[in-house]
């Protein structure tokens, strides 16, 4: 099992916009709750945004609420995160995640490196 984070990942100047891609692969994850996490360099890893399967709820924490949207394709096994208004402290390695509960996260992609800068 592997989600990988594809297209999206870079450099962009702060105010600017990235949209982040995670498909996974192996098998269908559909009815699994899909996440992003991401971790500034020499801090801990944290929770960015939650989607439930059926794209009914989301979840986001604070810093980045009203400037990304998570959402998901379950046909395409996809999950996205589009990052508007970006930040200098946006600045990190992003990771997907999905798993049955969002306390049960089984599959972690690879990362990648959003740089914003001032």
């Known amino acids: 099992l592997m989600c990988s984070c594809r297209r999206g990942g870079g450099l962009v100047q702060a105010g600017g916009s990235l949209r982040l891609s995670c498909a996974a692969s192996?098998?269908?994850?559909?009815?699994?709750?899909m996440e992003w996490f991401r971790q500034a360099p020499g801090k801990d890893r944290e929770f960015v945004a939650s989607?439930?399967?059926?794209?009914?709820?989301?979840y986001y924490t604070d810093s980045v609420k009203g400037r990304f949207t998570i959402s998901r394709d379950n046909a395409k096994n996809t999950v996205y995160l589009q990052m508007n208004s970006l930040k200098p402290e946006d600045t990190a390695v992003y990771y997907c995640?999905?798993?049955?509960?969002?306390?049960?996260?089984?599959?972690w992609g690879k990362g990648t490196l959003v740089t914003v800068s001032s």
């Open positions: 192996g098998r269908t994850f559909s009815n699994y709750v």
């Open positions: 989607i439930n399967w059926s794209s009914t709820s989301t």
């Open positions: 995640a999905a798993g049955p509960t969002t306390y049960a996260l089984n599959t």
